[in-house]
T-cell receptor, first 115, second 114 residues
């Protein structure tokens, strides 16, 4: 079974702090994604990566950055957390070919509260 | 640009009743279509996907969906729901090829009443 793990289920940070959210997948997937989920808005793509050290902005990249130094690990960074970044953050991965192509596998999510 | 509209934010139904969750999409190119489910306090998991071929797609847990290109719809159906189907359901669209990015709808919360 594909497994996508996220470093924390719940996180509380103060305004202005630098926040790191970590995601690890164990299926050698090429593509990895970070979404945020807000009630009534569904999931919105923040950033994605299609290879080590390669990244592209999604629909709402402002206030975020990412890092992918190893294929299995994709980190989301909030440079200076703000209250409007309080949300559920979901990581996902997918392979580029084969039977699992186009199926994104999701982690359990990190609920981040910024106070 | 692609977009997805889920027409109902909440759908309450009684156990063993049929249910339909509606999804419409907008795209200037051909699309792949997906339904994901999110059970309480969990991540999303794939219910079913349409990539090509038969427009009636069967998924896990007795769900199915029909791709209607002329109406740009991909509605999800189940003939008889169970309490365990209580969850949030997301419709999503992707453009063939490329990075396999998904654009999600707003979600529909399905509540099953005994």
């Amino acid at each position: 079974d594909v497994k996508v793990t996220q470093s924390s289920r719940y996180l509380v940070k103060r305004t202005g702090e630098k926040v790191f959210l970590e995601c690890v997948q164990d299926m050698d997937h090429e593509n990895m994604f970070w979404y945020r989920q807000d009630p009534g808005l569904g999931l919105r793509l923040i950033y994605f990566s299609y290879d080590v050290k390669m990244k592209e902005k999604g629909d709402i990249p402002e206030g975020y950055s990412v890092s992918r130094e190893k294929k299995e690990r994709f980190s989301l960074i909030l440079e200076s957390a703000s209250t409007n970044q309080t949300s559920m953050y979901l990581c996902a991965s997918t392979s580029l070919g084969g039977q699992g192509s186009y199926e994104q596998y999701f982690g359990p999510g990190t609920r981040l509260t910024v106070t | 640009a692609q977009s997805v509209t889920q027409l109902d934010s909440q759908v309450p139904v009684f156990e063993e009743a049929p249910v339909e969750l509606r999804c419409n999409y907008s795209s200037s190119v051909s699309v792949y279509l997906f339904w994901y489910v999110q059970y309480p306090n969990q991540g999303l998991q794939l219910l079913l996907k349409y990539l090509s071929g038969s427009t009636l797609v069967k998924g896990i847990n007795g769900f199915e969906a029909e791709f209607n290109k002329s109406q740009t719809s991909f509605h999800l159906r189940k003939p008889s729901v169970h309490i365990s189907d209580t969850a949030e359901y997301f419709c999503a669209v992707s453009e063939p090829g490329g990075a396999q990015k998904l654009v999600f709808g707003q979600g529909t919360r399905l509540t099953i009443n005994p």
